[in-house]
T-cell receptor, first 111, second 113 residues
C-alpha cells in the first residue's frame, strides 16, 4: 500500500523566513494531494489540495509544488508568521477509498 | 456552517471498560471516517462509512467497532478498552472518498488506565 514519508518532524524558523515541508510517496497512481494544518487542541484544517495535473499552486502565502517524477510534494510558507505555528500534515490518495497521511511536521515560528 | 462535531472532548476509562465516541456532521457528506492520531504515526484510519447502515474496515480496526446510524451520525465503539487505545481520535467527513477535501472534528482525547 501507499507509504508517505514527511520531513522534517520539527522545524523552527524566524518570522518572515520561509518554511518548507516535504512529503514523498510511493504509489505512482497517487492523484490527489493535500496539506492540512492542526493548531493546538484542534482538528485538522485543509490548507490546499491539488490533483496530479497541477505542478504548482499558490494561495495566500502558501505554495504547493508537485514533482511526480520524484514522487515528492512540498509545502512552502513563503513568509512565516507566529500564527503559522502548528502541526502540518500532507495527505495523498490514488483516488481510491482513503487518504494516507504523513507523520506530521511541528512548525514553530519565532517572532 | 458545515461542521463535524465530536463528543466527548475528553474521556477517561479503565481497562476493560466500554466507551462510545460520537460524531455528527452537518455537511450532507456521504463519507465519514474515524482516525486515531499517535505521535510518530500521523493519522491512521480505523473505520469508515459511505452511508447510513454501511461500515468499511480501515487500516487499524482491531478492538474497534463502528456504526453509522444516519447520514449525519457515526459512532466508534470500544467494548473492551485497552491502554493501547489511549489516543487522540478524529472524525472526518467528505463528499467522496479519498480524492476530496475532508472536514475534521476537533477530536476526542481518550485515556485508558
Amino acid at each position: 500500500g501507499e507509504q508517505v514519508e514527511q520531513r522534517p518532524p520539527h522545524l523552527s524558523v524566524r518570522e518572515g523566513d520561509s518554511a518548507i515541508i516535504i512529503c514523498t510517496y510511493t504509489d505512482s497512481a497517487t492523484a490527489y494531494f493535500s496539506w492540512y494544518k492542526q493548531e493546538a487542541g484542534a482538528g485538522l484544517q485543509l490548507l490546499m489540495s491539488v490533483l496530479s495535473n497541477v505542478d504548482r499552486k499558490e494561495e495566500q502565502g502558501l505554495t504547493v509544488l508537485l514533482n511526480k517524477k520524484d514522487k515528492r510534494l512540498s509545502l512552502n510558507l513563503t513568509a512565516a508568521h507566529p500564527g503559522d505555528s502548528a502541526v502540518y500534515f500532507c495527505a495523498v490518495s490514488n483516488m481510491g477509498y482513503k487518504l494516507t497521511f504523513g507523520t506530521g511536521t511541528s512548525l514553530l515560528v519565532d517572532p | 456552517e458545515a461542521a463535524v462535531t465530536q463528543s466527548p472532548r475528553n474521556k477517561v476509562t479503565v481497562t476493560g471498560g466500554n466507551v462510545t465516541l460520537s460524531c455528527r456532521q452537518t455537511n450532507s457528506h456521504n463519507y465519514m471516517y474515524w482516525y486515531r492520531q499517535d505521535t510518530g504515526h500521523g493519522l491512521r484510519l480505523i473505520h469508515y462509512s459511505y452511508g447510513a447502515g454501511n461500515l468499511q474496515i480501515g487500516d487499524v480496526p482491531d478492538g474497534y467497532k463502528a456504526t453509522r446510524t444516519t447520514q449525519e451520525d457515526f459512532f466508534l465503539l470500544l467494548e473492551l478498552a485497552s491502554p493501547s487505545q489511549t489516543s487522540l481520535y478524529f472524525c472526518a467527513s467528505s463528499d467522496v472518498a479519498g480524492n476530496s477535501d475532508y472536514t475534521f472534528g476537533s477530536g476526542t482525547r481518550l485515556l485508558v488506565i
